[in-house]
């Protein structure tokens, strides 16, 4: 039997039952493509900050990690279907053209010691190459896809599941 100060003590109401939770919105190709992009570029900004060959090679093998999947994503899936329903004979094979470029660079400093200025100069070329393409994509490719017959949210599960496995890796 409760005491009276039990008694006085008002009793909470019971919670609602939780609403069953929805899984996760899935992520368009392009929103998939842009975090890539934002994440890609605070690590250049970061690497431009390093002072220590540690921070240096770290950072260089994030970085060469993340724009060896967001290519191998991009070519494998993305460009094909832009092409494809975009008819595009311009911006994907310029893409590929910027993506060798960086895929160079990286090749040449994946692996390897942060040991100087031209280690330092070819980290900072490939940041702006990087940067250059991302510019074209968000502002030519990234809108014509938008206005497209493209399924983005489709491109996107399957950039998503791809990434997954190349992450695995």
């Given at each position: ?24 919105r ?62 595009d ?18 090749a040449?400093?994946r ?11 070819k ?47």
């Amino acid at each position: 039997m409760p005491t009276a100060a039990q008694s006085a003590t008002p009793t909470r109401a019971r919670k609602p039952a939780a609403k069953p939770t929805r899984a996760p919105r899935q992520q368009d190709a392009v929103a998939m493509l842009r975090e890539d992009h934002k994440k890609v570029a605070a690590l250049f900004d970061e690497y431009e900050k390093a002072r220590s060959a540690n921070v240096k090679r770290r950072l260089v093998e994030s970085i060469c990690a993340e724009l060896t999947v967001h290519t191998t994503l991009e070519e494998d899936i993305f460009y094909p279907a832009f092409k494809a329903a975009l008819k595009d004979k311009e911006l994907v094979p310029e893409a590929k053209v910027e993506h060798q470029s960086v895929k160079d660079l990286i090749a040449q400093v994946r692996g390897r010691e942060p040991d100087g200025e031209d280690f330092d100069a070819k980290v900072k070329v490939m940041g702006e190459f990087v940067k250059h393409h991302v510019k074209e994509e968000q502002n030519e490719m990234f809108p014509k896809a938008k206005k497209s017959k493209l399924d983005l949210v489709e491109l996107g599960r399957q950039m998503a599941e791809r990434k997954q496995q190349l992450m695995a890796q």
